[in-house]
Each structure stands twice: as C-alpha cells, then as structure tokens.
C-alpha cells in the first residue's frame, strides 16, 4: 500500500514538472508551475513555448505575437484587422478623422469643419428639418 502511493505522488510530481510529457515542460515563473498545455507531437513543449519557434510581432496589431511562420495566415484572421475592417464599413467612417493636419500646431484645437465630406449634403438636411 505503501509502494502505491509513493507511486503515485512521484507520477504526480513528474506530470507537475513536465517530465512525463503529457504537460509542456515551460515553468512559469509567476505562477511557480509549469504550463498547462499538452505538448506538440515530439516534443516537450506546447505549441506557445516551443524555443525553436520564432515569434514575431502582429503587423496590424504589436500587442500580441505570431509565429512566424503563420505570420501570412494571420493576417487574414487577425481580430484586429477584422475590427478595422468592420470599423471602415460604416458609412459614417472618416479615416484620422480625429487625427489633426499637418499644418495645425502641436496642442492647437482647430473647429471641425462639418461642410465638407462624404456625409455633408445628409448633415446640412438633417440641420435644416431640426431647425423647423
């Protein structure tokens, strides 16, 4: 009885450390334990801590990373680029509407001018029927 539990507290610690390779061998520190992750077929880490693969910042969006070898195909996917895309579909959309120009100077506010635009014609209505 002895023996079997000795048995199983030492699978226990392996699967804990990573040795028995049902669990990614990364230990991350803040949380003084290893990763979760079951590990890609032969090897001993999973697919986000795997030292021979490269990552790289996303072109869209730098808070995260790729793989570089994905790179190509995340950008098709990427949520980011979706949400921009989404964002640009709107007819109301003004790309750097809230950029400024060129010639304004740093801290100074210039009036947004309505009159122009791909929306003024439907504004100048709007302004005309609330005014009656």
């Not at 610690?13 to 949380?31: I, P, V």
């Not at 109301?92 to 003024?120: C, H, I, M, R």
Request: net charge positive; aromatic share 6%; glycine share 6%.
């Amino acid at each position: 009885m002895h023996n079997k539990k000795v048995a199983k507290q030492k699978r226990k610690l392996a699967a804990l450390a990573g040795e028995d390779g049902a669990r990614c061998a990364f230990w991350l520190e803040k949380k003084k334990k290893n990763c979760n992750f079951k590990p890609a077929p032969g090897s001993k880490f999973c697919g986000n801590h795997n030292p021979e693969a490269r990552r790289v910042p996303c072109p869209v969006d730098p808070k995260h990373t790729v793989l570089e070898k994905e790179l190509e195909k995340h950008i098709k996917v990427c949520p980011a680029r979706l949400q921009q895309l989404q964002a640009e579909a709107r007819e109301y959309y003004v790309q750097n509407f809230n950029a400024g120009s060129d010639d304004e100077q740093e801290g100074e506010v210039q009036p947004a001018d309505f009159t122009k635009g791909p929306l003024a014609a439907q504004r100048r209505a709007l302004v005309q029927r609330m005014s009656q």
